[in-house]
């Protein structure tokens, strides 16, 4: 029954406990981060193809030959290396190349100021909220709740049949004020969670107003969740935006990914084998919010020393 | 003999080495005998607790023998000690009142755990029953959600749970450390009394306090770094303590009735060693007040007389009064 | 001198605050400069709520609190920050107490930048280098390091050195040493008593009945949120006259006396008292029974 004791278990990871037990100086946290960032093949993974896109986004447009909505190309034209029609024509003759880099940079434009503005005013409410309590939470809690609940879509079609022009600027403030709930309401709890702890009313002692507390010692704490949040706006901005301008409420004065896959389906494109006009769009959208996503949860892995593969 | 350890290591593997946390620990514990485990935090008490029964995956065994009623405990796998955990080995985890699933009714979990552990039915439901009046709870405990109860009725009821299948050894880890002094009182009182009902043969209660250890254990075994300082019964460590250790910490127990202005008392200075990379020779040495050059060699464990001792320094039998320690520094 | 006059601190509690809890009924005490009063109670009697509201971390109910003539409950922004010059305390957790991303004398980093902004960086470390000897701590041995790689009892003494950077009068002890090894608490109490031989006055909370007689002047007993004793510690624990103070006494583990074996009875009954208290009762009135000895009516 009893059988012989084996040599080597599986190595645990290191805990405030153990260290306590008398380990000796560790790698500070960053460098710490930094050693098993670059071992996360999702993180560098993830961190490849945004930032591939990325530069594809910028140098892109300067390639270009053809503006993105100029007419002229032949029509309906495969890609060739004629003429700088790289991605081929449209079934109106515009150069396919050129909108795609052209989609590119704006995919990334409304995912930085939408996930921004979103990110800012989660923020806002979400530490008020948690910080201040009481009445104030349950304001902002109200608020919060009656943003979440708002039927975008419908609010969106108003929007746009007021508004003559709307330009990627309208799109993002848009997508801005209406995704920061939930992130509002985590930041919220994760705020909660770090309130009761003595360090802030030490802070406090020490004579710091609440918003120096907020951003100096809570903020601090979090700066791990607060990034992660910020590349999943940044992705859910991208993801809203592309489907906005499927249905057809996009910007009206430029042309970008998810206008490319809603032209390319208005236009049959999959039934005339234009698979150069919708192929590249929907692939772009799905590369980068999805390495967004994966980086993100390779980043929760580098963060949070539980989830390692050890 | 009911419980015999021999020569226990257990160390964590951590990033940066082995922490020795247990490095060499040898004792015997009677029949119906609670032995009191003291030490201050790092000392390997809890290690050795969990150790016993095998509750940390963090773990690592590395040698010794743990002999429970004549049969060896494969402590080193964890399958293996299933068969002997809450039957002949059960313990009362620390914060074990704060781990009750607060979505379950008591019964309820009550129930299920047995049920696990293949030991449900009509009998089992009688005695628990009978048990929980015994310490004082009505079966009507059964019915309420853990939120529901005081910190001491939650702290009974799980060392009811514990001891439900007559285990040969309960370890009680700091079981009366985050409760309010009178409720302290009867949960450690409890403990004397579970034994002498005979629900529990052996008893090993680890704590700090070397004063609940004083009021409710028969012998108290004093660790420091990871290896044993002293034991004997729990009057004589309070009232003749041999190790300088033992003696500078009973001596800096602010009783009820000391007060600074008539006599200062006085700590220990310094801190215990890294167990990561311990000290050659005697672990207390760096702190001790009675060091000399043979600490340098580790002291052996020796024991007689029910009393043993890991020390070249230590005082004969009938010691001087503590003060005279003080004044050595 | 610090005083509390008819303090009260009252929760609602409940969905939509339907219901009210009493943590504190009707407190009224004073700490002189040069006394330490030991606030003794167990868990839910408010002694931490009290110590939190001389800390203006929480705003009375009622009642008021001076320090030295100035009523301090109803103080705000500046006038607040001033108040902080002279009051200040530590909590139980040294390691909660720090944030743990940053070094841990970040703590006198705040007080130079809050409090003393025009005071130059070398006068500044010498100030932190003399109120770290003060607390006998090496500077080398805690300086530049994280909260992690230090040991409680030298967390909570570097919290007393932030302390003693400012001009503080009146301290407040929240349970400041029941998280360190019992080797390294005594040598902090006796830090305590330095202080107090210094002119600061002391509010010392804690549940340890024997921690509060070897160090204070005067006891005070809390019980659900009211005093059931207090008066000079002498005459508190040698005289104790309410039976809930007995009842307390008689449940601290001794080294050298047994408890007597009254089953598990005594201590049951202690326990069922401190769950029952009814919240809407008022606070029973304090007696005299002799000089420096006041006694609730039980």
């Known amino acids: 029954m009893s059988s012989a004791p084996p040599t080597a278990l599986a190595a645990p990871a290191d805990t405030p406990q153990l260290k306590a037990l008398g380990g000796p100086k560790p790698m500070s946290s960053l460098r710490e981060a930094v050693h098993f960032a670059l071992g996360n093949r999702k993180l560098v993974f993830g961190i490849s193809v945004t930032v591939a896109m990325l530069l594809f986004a910028i140098v892109g447009p300067l390639l270009a030959s053809h503006a993105p909505l100029a007419y002229g190309g032949d029509l309906a034209a495969a890609p060739t290396t004629h003429d700088g029609y790289w991605f081929g024509t449209t079934l109106q003759g515009q150069d396919v190349f050129s909108q795609f880099v052209n989609g590119l940079r704006l995919a990334f434009i409304v995912g930085a100021l939408g996930g921004g503005i979103a990110a800012g005013i989660g923020m806002l409410v979400g530490f008020t909220a948690g910080y201040r309590g009481g009445v104030v939470d349950e304001v902002l809690n109200m608020l919060t709740n009656v943003v979440l609940v708002i039927p975008t879509f419908a609010l969106l079609l108003v929007i746009a049949s007021y508004l003559r022009v709307r330009g990627i600027m309208t799109e993002s403030v848009f997508i801005g004020f209406t995704s920061w709930p939930w992130a509002a309401r985590a930041l919220r709890a994760q705020t909660f969670s770090l309130v009761s702890r003595d360090f802030v009313d030490l802070a406090r002692l020490s004579g710091r107003s609440s918003w120096k507390i907020i951003f100096r010692e809570i903020a601090p704490n979090m700066s791990s969740y607060l990034f992660m949040m910020f590349i999943l706006l940044f992705g859910g901005a991208i993801l809203i935006a592309a489907t906005l301008d499927f249905i057809g409420l996009g910007p009206s004065n430029t042309i970008s990914l998810g206008m490319m896959m809603q032209l390319s389906v208005q236009n049959a494109a999959l039934q005339l084998h234009l698979w150069w006009w919708f192929l590249p769009p929907g692939l772009a959208i799905m590369a980068i919010v999805g390495s967004l996503y994966v980086m993100n949860v390779g980043l929760d892995e580098v963060f949070n020393p539980k989830l390692r593969e050890m | 003999m009911s419980l015999h350890v021999e020569d226990l290591r257990v160390y964590y593997r951590t990033l940066a080495g082995d922490v020795k946390a247990l490095d060499g620990v040898s004792f015997d514990v009677a029949d119906g005998e609670i032995m009191g485990l003291a030490g201050e935090s790092g000392c390997g008490k809890s290690t050795l607790g969990k150790g016993l029964i095998r509750l940390d995956g963090r773990m690592r065994y590395v040698g010794g023998h743990v002999v429970l009623d004549g049969e060896e405990l494969p402590i080193w796998d964890d399958a293996a000690m299933n068969d002997f955990r809450f039957r002949h080995v059960s313990i009362v985890p620390q914060y074990a009142m704060s781990a009750l699933n607060p979505t379950r009714k008591i019964g309820r979990m009550i129930h299920e755990l047995l049920r696990t552990r293949g030991a449900s039915g009509n009998g089992v439901q009688q005695e628990l029953e009978r048990r929980l009046e015994l310490v004082g709870l009505g079966p009507d405990v059964l019915g309420l959600y853990p939120i529901e109860l005081s910190g001491g009725m939650k702290q009974r009821v799980v060392m009811v749970i514990s001891t439900l299948l007559d285990p040969s050894l309960l370890i009680a880890d700091e079981i009366t450390s985050a409760l309010d002094v009178s409720t302290q009182k009867a949960v450690a009182q409890t403990l004397v009394e579970f034994r002498d009902r005979g629900f529990v043969k052996s008893t090993i209660v680890i704590t700090h306090d070397i004063a609940v250890l004083f009021q409710v254990a028969d012998t108290i075994l004093v660790m420091y770094a990871g290896k044993l300082a002293e034991k004997a019964p729990a009057e004589e460590i309070v009232s003749s303590p041999r190790h300088p250790y033992t003696r500078l910490l009973i001596s800096s127990l602010p009783e009820v009735g000391v007060r600074h202005a008539e006599q200062e008392l006085h700590g220990i200075p310094g801190r215990p060693p890294s167990l990561l990379d311990p000290p050659t020779g005697c672990r207390f040495r760096d702190r001790c007040p009675l060091a000399t050059d043979r600490c340098l060699q580790e002291p052996p464990w020796v024991e007689e007389d029910g009393r043993g001792i890991a020390c070249w320094e230590a005082a004969p039998v009938a010691p001087a009064a503590p003060s005279v320690l003080v004044e050595a520094r | ?298």
């Open chain 3, 1 to 298: 001198m610090l005083r509390l006059e008819h303090v009260s601190k009252t929760y609602r509690v409940g969905a939509f605050g339907r219901s009210k809890l009493a943590a504190v009924r009707d407190i009224s005490f004073d700490v002189q400069p040069g006394e330490v009063v030991s606030l003794i109670g167990e868990s839910g009697s408010g002694k931490s709520t009290i110590g939190r509201m001389v800390l203006r971390l929480l705003k009375p109910t009622s009642g008021s609190i001076v320090c030295d003539d100035a009523e301090i409950s109803r103080l705000r922004r500046d006038a607040l920050k001033e108040y902080y010059r002279h009051v200040q305390g530590v909590f139980q957790d040294p390691f909660s107490s720090y944030n743990p991303i940053f070094k841990a004398d970040r703590i006198f980093g705040m007080i130079h930048a809050e409090f003393f902004p025009r005071v130059g960086a070398d006068e500044w470390n010498q100030r932190v280098r003399d109120a770290l000897e003060s607390v006998a701590l090496n500077p080398g041995d805690v300086l530049r390091k994280y909260p992690h790689q230090l040991s409680g009892g030298q967390l909570q003494r570097l919290l007393v050195a932030r302390a003693l950077l400012l001009e503080i009068r009146y301290f407040v002890a929240d349970e400041i040493i029941s998280m360190l090894d019992a080797s390294t608490r005594i040598d902090v109490l006796n830090l305590l008593a330095d202080l107090k031989s210094r002119g600061l006055g002391i509010l010392f909370i804690t549940h340890d009945l024997s921690l509060g007689n070897y160090i204070s002047d005067t006891t005070i007993i809390l019980r659900h949120g009211s005093i059931v004793e207090m008066g000079e510690t002498e005459k508190v624990f040698g005289d104790a006259r309410h039976p809930y103070t007995k009842d307390l006494l008689a449940s601290v583990p001794l080294v050298h006396k047994k408890w007597r074996t009254n089953g598990t009875g005594g201590a049951d009954a202690v326990a069922a008292a401190a769950n029952g208290a009814a919240p809407g009762t008022a606070a029973p009135e304090l007696f005299l029974v002799e000089e420096g000895h006041l006694v609730a009516a039980s």
